[in-house]
């Protein structure tokens, strides 16, 4: 195909709020923006000059935090921190007012909730970029790092094998929607009433026919994992289902990602994990900590995939 007849990246929103706001062309774009921010950071240095930005957080957060406030400020913006982890949005003053007069003094806001919606709510009712730092349903910025890890290791993500094992959770759903926009064979494995939201599937091969991308499911994680080339996993309790954890642990134990399981996959196969980790729970250590792993490469990434989406954003 000539360049010219490549479909032209197409942005649908100003927010972030679930990864399908960009085309398969944006997506791709937004890799190869990432890759240009890495390795030419100072052109960069200025795009949030003058720009505040609100971080709203209604849940715990390491990588998230830090990376947004170390990326935006590395950009010339500032940050203004909400701590929402002991009163949620929308107790005190409704979603939209917070919303409508966030707008009339930051630039933009970056918000991990609860519940999907209050992204929505917030975006409806503000005026400025809203970017999904996680939520029950997605979490976007996670799964753009993860591809542009698996590209920067493996180079095309065109056909690549990524086993998917355990909960059929935000991460997974991010993880769903972005392998579709950038043409990536995922296999995904969870115990039954575990699998991903069906219209999150359904979405995702909609966008696959477009791509040749290959979405599947399956319940056997050997089956998932044979031949691949990246395996996949994450908590087995995400942040909200704490009362399910003694019987979410019993379910989820077939689904361990060990040695045993990395014995089917490919044998240059890297092991990926969005952190926090639970050694001995969906993980061994000798997998998370040894050779094959790329955690932390992932964690490094998340910094310059979000700048790399601030600066579509703004
Ligand atoms: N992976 C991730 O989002 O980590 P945090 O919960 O620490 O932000
Ligand atoms: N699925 C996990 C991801 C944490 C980054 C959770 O929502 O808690």
Redesign the pocket.
């Known amino acids: 195909m000539t360049a010219s007849a490549l479909p032209a990246p197409i942005l649908f929103s100003n927010d972030l709020l679930t990864g399908a706001e960009w085309n398969p062309a944006g997506t791709r774009g937004l890799l190869q923006l990432t890759a240009d921010i890495k390795a030419r950071p100072g052109r960069y240095a200025s795009t949030l000059q003058g720009k505040f930005i609100a971080l709203i957080f209604e849940?715990?957060?390491?990588?998230?935090?830090v990376t947004f406030e170390v990326g935006i400020q590395s950009m010339g913006g500032s940050v203004v921190f909400l701590d929402h982890s002991q009163a949620r949005l929308g107790e005190r003053e409704s979603i939209a007012d917070v919303a409508r007069n966030l707008e009339r003094w930051v630039q933009g806001i970056v918000a991990?909730v609860y519940d999907q919606k209050v992204l929505e709510e917030l975006a409806v009712n503000a005026d400025i970029p809203v970017i999904n730092a996680?939520s029950d349903r997605f979490?976007p910025c996670?799964a753009l790092a993860d591809y542009f890890t698996l590209e920067e290791k493996f180079g095309s993500l065109r056909g690549f094998k990524l086993a998917y094992v355990g909960d059929g959770n935000n991460v997974c759903h991010s993880l769903i929607f972005l392998a579709a926009r950038l043409g990536v064979h995922l296999r995904v494995a969870t115990p039954p009433n575990y699998e991903p939201a069906a219209e999150v599937v359904a979405e995702a091969k909609r966008v696959a026919r477009e791509t040749r991308a290959k979405i599947e499911l399956f319940s056997d994680p050997c089956e998932a994992v044979g031949g691949a080339q990246g395996v996949y996993t994450d908590s087995w309790t995400s942040m909200g289902f704490e009362a399910e954890e003694k019987a979410r642990n019993a379910v989820f134990q077939p689904y361990q990602v060990n040695r045993e399981l990395m014995a089917h996959a490919a044998p240059d196969a890297v092991f990926l994990h969005?952190?926090?980790a639970h050694r001995g729970l969906e993980v061994t250590a000798g997998v998370l900590d040894g050779r094959q792993s790329v955690v932390l490469d992932q964690?490094e990434n998340?910094m310059y995939v979000q700048k790399a989406i601030l600066h579509m954003l703004f």
Do not use: I
């Open positions: 849940k715990p957060s390491l990588r998230t935090r991990r996680l979490h996670q969005c952190l926090p964690s998340r």
